[in-house]
């Protein structure tokens, strides 16, 4: 069948040359102005030009048609992930729950002052304990400490916190 359809082709093709020939031919004649051999072969060749120049236009437009459906297809893929991720984030904002937000932070604070009160306590603890074995190496810092404690104002609360890498203890307002 293939080999029927290709032999009939080529017979249909040959039949179109050789009718545009004696098309050709027959204007030469009827328009009278005889035959020369230059405006010849330019009238034969005149219709197959035209042809040519007709399929290569059709050519064109075709290969810039489906150029624009491959950019449309392109553009129409990333519209669709910008609507995929435009979803996920309305979706987000859908889930999201302002109590069940704020009980976590509360929560989170809570844990947070306990903690810091936990380590409060640990350090006031670590400095008694610092002071003392600083007074119980040197027993004349007692008489400073003495000292400075009956020289603060009335009313207010100073504590005793000695710090590292120091040989004397500083005052802090404690709260």
């Not at 810039?64 to 904002?93: C, D, M, N, R, S």
């Not at 009980?103 to 604070?109: A, E, I, K, M, Y």
Request: a neutral charge; hydrophobic letters at 45%.
């Amino acid at each position: 069948m293939k080999r029927w359809t290709q032999r009939t082709w080529i017979k249909i093709i040959a039949v179109a040359l050789s009718l545009s020939l004696i098309a050709a031919a027959v204007a030469l004649v009827l328009s009278g102005t005889g035959v020369s051999w230059t405006g010849w072969a330019e009238t034969v060749s005149r219709p197959f030009s035209r042809l040519a120049a007709t399929v290569t236009g059709w050519a064109e437009q075709g290969a810039a048609y489906f150029q624009g459906v491959e950019a449309l297809q392109a553009e129409k893929a990333a519209l669709e992930k910008e609507v995929a991720q435009l979803q996920a984030a309305a979706a987000e904002i859908q889930a999201y729950d302002p109590a069940r937000e704020l009980q976590l932070l509360t929560q989170c604070h809570r844990q947070a002052r306990s903690y810091v009160d936990h380590l409060e306590t640990e350090w006031k603890e670590l400095a008694r304990h610092i002071l003392a074995q600083r007074l119980a190496a040197d027993p004349r810092q007692l008489s400073r400490l003495a000292a400075s404690q009956a020289a603060q104002p009335a009313g207010s609360h100073w504590e005793i916190i000695p710090y590292p890498h120091t040989t004397e203890p500083r005052k802090e307002n404690v709260p």
